[in-house]
């Protein structure tokens, strides 16, 4: 697990990061007391709903593989994962360049402890950047010259918002990061997404313990958002792949249109192409 003992400024172990429970979720080491409890109640909490919250996760981190591979093949060579998380098997650039050697990532986070992993990992790849920025923040992200001068910014590009948007409460201040990322991408430029889903009015009393959960993290909140806000998201954008739909059921030749169930909540998925 994480040593305590010897953090750098700006970690505090007692309040849980939402990067650290992710990575509890996935079987990661890099985490503490406060995260495992936090990710712990959770769990129990998509236990109520018929949900595993660790199944969930996996399948989560299986849809940025799919994603990034299918945009590596289409000829996309640039990737911006912001609210990256703590690196992990098979992360942004090391699918994109088994594809499409040559490409091109940058991480972005807020999390100190995210940073220090990313940039000791990625120290002798001169192909992938990692840096501080915040996902309020878009046009901050993207004016940044370092990201000017790792990524050709007047080329298509990809942009990957994964379990991360659902960590801005307010609707519009949601709405706004997107849009202003949709109006950045360049025509053929991606936008990937995945977002946890409200499941309905039957689901009020688990929804509300999962915002009082995250309510005590660095995230400082969850979202409650249904199917059509998530699927706005993507407005002007064409979707690819099987469309908005259940994070396990997305992969690139999965039918669109198909049925899905979504009483159950989970983590929507999907992919937009901004149109040339």
Do not use: C
């Amino acid at each position: 697990m994480a040593d305590a003992d010897h953090l750098p400024a700006g970690i505090n172990p007692n309040v849980p990061s939402v990067a650290r429970m992710y990575d509890y979720y996935l079987g990661g080491r890099d985490n503490f007391a406060a995260d495992r409890e936090a990710a712990e109640k959770m769990m129990e909490i998509g236990r109520r709903m018929g949900n595993d919250a660790r199944e969930i996760a996996l399948a989560n981190r299986a849809f940025i593989g799919h994603a990034v591979r299918m945009l590596a093949e289409a000829g996309v060579r640039q990737f911006i994962d912001i609210g990256a998380g703590l690196p992990t098997q098979d992360n942004v650039h090391q699918v994109a360049q088994r594809h499409a050697p040559g490409s091109r990532v940058v991480y972005v986070d807020n999390d100190p402890i995210v940073l220090i992993h990313a940039r000791a990992l990625l120290a002798r790849d001169p192909d992938v950047l990692a840096i501080e920025g915040d996902l309020k923040d878009p046009d901050a992200i993207l004016d940044d010259p370092r990201v000017a001068e790792h990524l050709d910014l007047s080329q298509p590009y990809a942009v990957l918002l994964v379990a991360v948007l659902h960590f801005i409460p307010d609707n519009g201040e949601a709405d706004r990061i997107a849009a202003r990322i949709r109006e950045r991408l360049r025509p053929g430029g991606h936008l990937v997404l995945s977002h946890l889903l409200y499941a309905g009015h039957d689901m009020d009393d688990v929804a509300t313990a999962g915002q009082q959960v995250y309510s005590g993290t660095t995230s400082g909140g969850l979202a409650r958002r249904g199917y059509d806000e998530i699927a706005s998201f993507f407005d002007g954008l064409e979707l690819l792949g099987p469309g908005v739909v259940p994070v396990a059921d997305w992969t690139p030749d999965a039918a669109p249109g198909g049925s899905y169930d979504l009483a159950k909540g989970g983590i929507l998925a999907g992919v937009g192409r901004r149109p040339a």
